[in-house]
């Protein structure tokens, strides 16, 4: 067998399963062979396929259990952002395709309600399962549509999503509701990152006692729903622990009974306290089950993430297949170019939320630890957080991923904008990220800043000119900015010393032509070029200019572009209503158009792109070298060589 080959798991088990359904009919100890088999079965088909494997590994025994337990999908069980959901998968009817997982037209990495009746709620982001179980619950009780059913709520949670505040704001709804309904805490001490702040210390203090530790899982916590010849262990349990700071205090203050911690890999004790509360429960019930990432497969418990995020990787040894690297990560430039700013400059500070790694600031916290700030997954508090340190006097870099900060819009508007203050937003995952699919795509956010008064809205063409952006919004200190760059690696330009402070509101020329101008922005340059060389071929040679600001724009540069060319195309790796629509807007208000230039704008198309690889994403989009060269002979009338590339 070839190094690039994974043995296929042995599942006698597993075979047998084909719906939740068919778990029933399974004795306990089956049921541990069962999740063996399952393990195994995740693990083989992330090899193939990669993807999340870490958060599936750590919930086997209790999506098991749960299944097992519940009668989904009439009940609803609902995974918080969905990264642990591949055992779940496999289980509920889609074994078959498992490994299409993340590939185009295949699996989705997330829960996603046109995929199965079994995932009720579509996820990727996180800390929404508790409001959407509560939603479940009170339309079950008020009778919802019959094809809906009336099952239970089951909402599964990580230690590090219910630190966020959405999770507690749903948790308060549903203690004074009342309804039931059940929340799986699955503490793992980790999400992404390892969890920070005072939620993820009291969860710690929750189960690191020896004593708390040594008391059977079925003696703690809601007295009244245990069978009654554990009632009075449990009583006796309770009054030991009282006086300790162990406990569901503070679940209980929100109104939940709580029942735990208890080990989440040992379905001796998972089956039993769940059957428990299954049975009994009258109003909302918090299960806090103790887990371990990347359980079971020693490569991902060992590695720094537990194995968050894998390429294609070798069982046997764990050794991921990544291809070679011909130019650095737009995130490891950011990191870079940011740390040495901050060498220079003492006020320069950064803000992520629980992605120091994915934004690259992890290379900050290692030299400035005492200024840069992991503020868990918490985008609202993130961004208020820099907007104060900014008016504190600061110079905060705010580093995100573009479909996160969209959960920190109103504070971007109303505690940045309106107050006019100079937080510096790094915009990771700009555009289209592939496999991730909708729910993490970059689409947005060059509409949803550039519209806001006093911002200046940057897009890097290639790596050197990030490091000219970085360097730009470390100098300015008169207003918000933001720069975006998208996932992976660069085009592989030469790199800069330093960055050079770029004048706001200024593009470049990239390349003199005649008869059409591409105006870029962003990373699209890399194919405009690709394309005009094709274009060459026929003896057409466009205007090329990259016009780096979004907001402020560069009118006397594209005011010229207008009136010495036939036509006029924009480029962006934005949505409708981005770059391309402010720079209709100058024109028309300008009366450029009034002499028939010919103007078109490319965007991302108005539908949410399912999951796919960049590359094809882009073609589909048109956003390719062959889509904009056909845009260019389209909007020439060279309508026989467009049509063939159409």
Request: charged share 20%; proline share 5%; glycine share 10%.
């Amino acid at each position: 067998m070839s190094e690039d080959t994974n043995p296929r798991p042995q599942t006698p088990f597993l075979d047998r399963v084909h719906s939740p359904s068919d778990m029933k009919t399974l004795s306990d100890g089956e049921l541990k062979q069962l999740a063996h088999e399952l393990r195994q079965e995740t693990i083989s088909a992330v090899s193939e396929t990669g993807g999340h494997l870490g958060a599936g590994l750590g919930v086997v025994e209790l999506t098991v259990a749960l299944h097992a337990v519940f009668d989904t999908p009439k009940d609803r069980l609902i995974w918080d952002v969905g990264h642990q959901c591949y055992p779940h998968k496999i289980v509920t009817g889609r074994r078959d395709r498992i490994r299409t997982l993340r590939m185009e037209s295949g699996l989705s990495g997330f829960t996603k309600r046109t995929e199965s009746a079994y995932d009720p709620f579509g996820a990727g982001h996180s800390s929404t399962s508790i409001s959407a179980a509560l939603g479940f619950a009170v339309a079950r009780d008020l009778g919802g549509a019959p094809d809906h059913g009336l099952g239970d709520a089951i909402a599964v949670i990580g230690d590090g999503s219910i630190s966020a505040g959405m999770a507690y704001e749903a948790m308060n709804n549903a203690g004074h509701l009342g309804k039931r309904l059940f929340v799986i805490l699955n503490d793992n001490e980790m999400s992404i990152a390892p969890p920070v702040g005072a939620m993820s210390s009291y969860l710690s203090q929750l189960y690191a006692g020896a004593p708390f530790q040594e008391l059977k899982s079925a003696a703690r916590g809601a007295v009244s729903l245990l069978p009654e010849p554990f009632r009075e262990g449990a009583k006796r349990a309770k009054d030991m622990l009282k006086g300790m700071t162990v406990g569901g205090t503070l679940f209980e203050a929100l109104g939940f009974s709580y029942v735990g911690p208890i080990d989440g890999h040992d379905l001796d004790q998972l089956l039993p306290v769940l059957r428990t509360v299954h049975e009994r429960a009258t109003g909302p019930m918090l299960i806090h089950v103790t887990t371990k990432k990347g359980k079971g497969y020693a490569p991902a418990e060992s590695a720094r993430d537990r194995g968050h995020a894998t390429a294609q990787f070798n069982v046997l040894t764990g050794k991921q297949k990544k291809a070679p690297s011909n130019a650095p990560s737009y995130t490891k430039v950011f990191g870079d170019a940011l740390v040495k700013h901050a060498a220079e400059d003492d006020k320069i500070c950064a803000v992520t939320a629980a992605m120091p790694d994915g934004t690259g600031l992890n290379l900050m916290a290692e030299r400035y630890p005492s200024r840069c700030f992991d503020v868990a997954i918490a985008e609202q508090h993130g961004v208020t957080f820099a907007a104060a340190l900014a008016a504190g006097g600061m110079k905060p870099f705010c580093a995100m991923y573009s479909t996160f900060l969209q959960r920190g819009y109103d504070q971007v508007v109303h505690d940045v904008a309106v107050q006019g203050l100079p937080v510096r937003f790094a915009i990771d995952r700009a555009g289209l990220v592939g496999n991730d699919g909708a729910t993490h795509a970059g689409s947005f956010d060059i509409a949803f800043l550039s519209n806001l008064p006093g911002f200046v809205v940057m897009a890097a063409a290639d790596e050197a000119e990030l490091m000219h952006m970085v360097a730009t919004a470390a100098a300015h200190d008169s207003g918000p900015i933001a720069f975006r760059y998208p996932r992976g690696e660069g085009v592989g330009v030469d790199m800069p010393e330093r960055g050079e402070v770029l004048e706001i509101g200024k593009g470049r020329m990239v390349q003199e032509g005649a008869k059409v101008a591409i105006l870029s922005f962003g990373t699209r340059l890399s194919e405009v070029m690709k394309a005009c060389e094709s274009l060459a071929a026929k003896g057409i040679t466009p205007t090329v200019a990259d016009a780096r600001f979004a907001k402020p724009l560069d009118k006397e540069m594209i005011l010229d572009l207008a009136s010495s060319h036939e036509a006029l195309i924009t480029i962006e790796e934005g949505s409708v209503g981005g770059f391309g629509s402010h720079v209709a807007q100058m024109l028309l208000e300008k009366g450029a158009l009034d002499g028939g230039l010919k103007y078109r704008s490319m965007t991302l198309p108005d539908v949410f792109e399912d999951h796919a690889s960049p590359k094809a994403m882009y073609e589909a989009s048109g956003l390719n070298a062959s889509g904009i060269e056909a845009k260019v002979l389209d909007v020439l009338g060279i309508t026989d060589l467009a049509s063939k590339r159409a």
